[in-house]
């Protein structure tokens, strides 16, 4: 027996509580994980930490139940990688801790590419207004933007099919997307606002890089900046930069700030960005095996004057929720919308020798106020319920917020 082979036979009496969960856990993407580095190592490896750190032996039991089944098994056994996994799966799911898990290689490969935010396209955000319409917001550098649509365009019609009001938000976004192949595309009608004017545009689908931070003046108010972060990434501090100069040149004299539906992402560059909001102090207390960390953000932001309001709904996530809190608890901003998902947990995503990967939970992190987070999430200051038809009524009630002077 090799020593590759015992950690993985020393396990194997989770095998079938370890599939069921790994299966459940390795095709759900996590609810928003802060990733704090990536880690290479192989699987024997990490077994072997664990085994020195805890004292163990060489899984004297599991060594044997592997042994009896070679002799004595009727029928054929899995293939050796299957029970790896399987094995693996089985030690992990003992630590009850839904964000700690293995991921086979082909789900390791679809997180990434869900990461790197590509997809086939014309490059727009699609919003609801508080009517209702379906406004679209393109992508700067993109598809929709080269052939001529604008933000706040309203769409109305997609390959000739009207939008009626209670058509779901996610079946729009599915009518704009695409294979990119052969000239392969979608026809689309808008109404320009505010003449009223209508034009059709016919547009190819390409690769669109998804940017993390999207920003605008608001057409309601424009007086009011609009900055949606959709997750952080190592882009995302310097994008934020560069929409509060953007914004800053409109002449905006207060900002939204969105994080709603944003699962997470990186722990550093989400500190970094508070830093254009906060000018110094703490931003998280972080706990773990080895203390507490303070992580404190430097002074020097570009828009720490400027009156906020933070909109959060339920999938506000991890470092959404971190962002939140700290500008929560330092009073720098008022929080609109629901109750935010409740995951104030760290996870270090090791990548293992056959591609596969393994998130592991390191650190768990209090707001400024040493408040918990995780399971419980972030009470707004002004809750909101959710239109049922998906009209935005939370950034309706931040720009009367802003607008009235309850600065």
């Known amino acids: 027996m090799t020593t590759a082979s015992k950690p993985r036979e020393s396990i194997y009496t989770a095998l079938v ?62 293939d050796q990688k299957t029970l790896e996994f399987a094995a693996a799966r089985g030690l992990v799911s003992q630590l009850n801790d839904k964000y700690t898990f293995l991921v086979e290689p082909p789900v390791a490969q679809s997180e990434s590419n869900v990461l790197a935010g590509k997809y086939g396209g014309i ?61 392969n595309g979608v026809e689309i009608v808008i109404k320009r606002q505010p003449s009223g004017d209508q034009k059709t545009f016919k547009i190819v689908f390409e690769e669109i890089q998804v940017p993390s931070v999207v920003w605008r003046v608001l057409s309601e108010e424009p007086t009011i900046g609009y900055i949606q972060i959709l997750r952080f990434t190592n882009r995302t501090p310097d994008e934020t930069k560069a929409a509060i100069k953007d914004l800053r040149q ?43 960390r303070t992580d404190e953000t430097t002074t020097g932001g570009l828009a720490t004057d400027l009156p906020m309001v933070v909109l959060v709904n339920k999938d506000s996530a991890s470092a959404a929720e971190l962002l939140a809190g700290a500008l929560h608890d330092r009073k720098r901003a008022v929080l609109i919308g629901q109750q935010t998902y409740g995951k104030g947990s760290v996870q270090l995503i090791f990548s293992l020798a056959d591609q596969s990967a393994l998130h592991l939970t390191t650190a768990e992190w ?22 049922q038809n998906g009209r935005d009524v939370e950034l309706g009630e931040a720009i009367r917020w802003l607008r009235d002077g309850k600065k």
Request: net charge negative; hydrophobic share 35%.
């Open 366 to 387: 209090l707001s400024p106020n040493r408040t918990p987070i995780d399971g419980k999430g972030i009470t707004p200051d002004i809750p909101m319920i959710p239109d």
């Open 17 to 78: 509580k370890g599939a069921v969960w790994g299966l459940i856990l390795s095709v759900m993407f996590i609810a928003g994980f802060l990733v704090r580095g990536v880690l290479p190592t192989s699987l024997t490896g990490m077994l072997n930490q664990v085994q020195s750190k805890s004292e163990v032996g060489q899984y004297p039991l599991l060594t044997q139940v592997q042994q009896l089944l070679n002799e004595n098994y009727l029928r054929d056994q899995p």
């Open 123 to 183: 490059g727009v955000q699609v919003k609801r207004d508080e009517a209702g319409n379906f406004v679209l917001f393109p992508f700067r550098d993109g598809p929709a933007t080269h052939v001529g649509v604008q933000d706040s365009d309203i769409l109305l019609q997609v390959n000739g099919k009207d939008l009626p009001l209670n058509t779901q938000q996610d079946a729009v976004d599915q009518m704009l997307r695409g294979e990119v192949k052969n000239d």
């Open 250 to 292: 409109h002449n905006v004299k207060s900002l939204v700030l969105d994080v709603r539906n944003n699962p997470g992402g990186l722990l550093k560059e989400t500190i970094d960005l508070a830093g254009q909001f906060l000018d110094g102090g703490v931003v998280v207390y972080e706990h773990s095996r080895s203390g507490e």
